[in-house]
């Protein structure tokens, strides 16, 4: 599990290989996270983007915006978490995630920027 925490915002990142989604003949790899945004302020928040940097040892970089997380913009309440789970493709066996969400505070309307901590994406079977 890879954590980080940034203007009291806690991101927890698992990832796994999803074989069933996977086609390793052309060479797709599919490799699912489960992320977890714990509010540790004494404020409420809002996600209101992300960015991702997406590395795959056989491919370009690349770099994925968007409005919120699954089609959502969660308002998290000091002290909850809020989970979601996604997926990302890549053309090899090796490669890793990283980035940053964008939070308003509620409170002072202050935009705040959260790391996403650099997290691997791994075909179990390199590691035989």
Not at 10 to 30: L, Q
Not at 34 to 43: A, H
Not at 57 to 85: A, C, K, M, N
């Amino acid at each position: 599990m890879s954590v980080e925490i940034t203007n009291g915002i806690k991101v927890s990142v698992e990832s796994r290989f999803s074989e069933r989604f996977s086609t390793i003949v052309e060479n797709k790899y599919i490799y699912q996270y489960t992320i977890s945004i714990t509010n540790k302020s004494n404020f409420s928040v809002q996600l209101l983007k992300r960015e991702w940097f997406i590395f795959d040892s056989l491919d370009f970089p690349r770099i994925v915006r968007g409005e919120g997380v699954i089609g959502e913009q969660p308002i998290i309440e000091p002290g909850d978490t809020f989970s979601y789970s996604s997926s990302c493709d890549l053309q090899s066996t090796l490669g890793k995630m990283e980035g940053n969400y964008i939070f308003q505070n509620l409170v002072t309307s202050e935009i705040l920027k959260v790391k996403i901590p650099t997290f691997q994406l791994l075909y179990p079977n390199l590691l035989n």
